[in-house]
């Protein structure tokens, strides 16, 4: 009996302890680890609130690049370089008078110069004409040429050897595969710059047949005109186009080789 009552007073004591215990706890708690806590959910909240705001801002400048990209972009091309192209085709002969398949007629473009060519939006623009001027009744067409041009020996361009190009055209001993078609045609040279073509009956299409490539006269003048295709077939004359021949690489009966540089003069 003595000893419950000895620790009855123990055990209140130690429970007074205990409370007191507790409540400092409690203090600490609410003071450091919910002011934390707080403190914590607070920050993530202006944290996201902050990505938000950026994600909002990238996605807008997104959209307006998709939108306008177009419109201020822009390509250019850069100096320089070489360029290799490989084509399946025949190429026996890249002279404007007898280039007639793919291989050949891409190979002529880049050496002779026509008189008018197509840009990239297909529209006709003048190359060694600077432009043509139609008669009222559509029978004639006076194409003017364009000063300055050269040939990639450095000797000026005339209308000499277009009016040269012509006849041999229209020459049946060439047998270029264009005779056909300006047989009937009569060409004139109406003063030093210009050029008549007259046709038989109006035809609204004629500037397109104007994109033959122009051939030196000096060059080929002493050449006869039946043997033009088997000289022309050995030999790739000079031209005043974008790039002049350098050299040829037959590797075997089916490869050929061609290499181009660029005309300064272009």
Known sequence: MSKKIRWKPFQQKLRREANKVEKVAQRHRRKFFDGSVDSLREARLAVAGWITVIIALILVVAAQTFIFGNEIRSDAGVAGGTYAE???GRIS???PLFAETEPEIAASK???SPLFSYDSSNHLRGEVA????ISRD???YDVKIRD????HNGEKLTIEDVIFTMELIKNPLVSSYMYSTWRNIKVEKTDEETIRFT?????TSFPAALTFGILSKQELEKVAPADLREYLSENITIGSGPFRYRSETIVNDKQRTLLFVANSDY
Not at 148 to 151: A, E, L, R, T, V
């Open 199 to 203: 046709l038989h009956s109006p035809l």
């Open 93 to 95: 002969n890249i002279n």
């Open 130 to 133: 600077s432009s043509y001027k």
């Open 148 to 151: 300055g041009i050269k040939w």
């Open 138 to 140: 559509g029978l004639s």
């Open 86 to 88: 490989g084509v399946i």
């Open 110 to 112: 880049l050496i002779y």
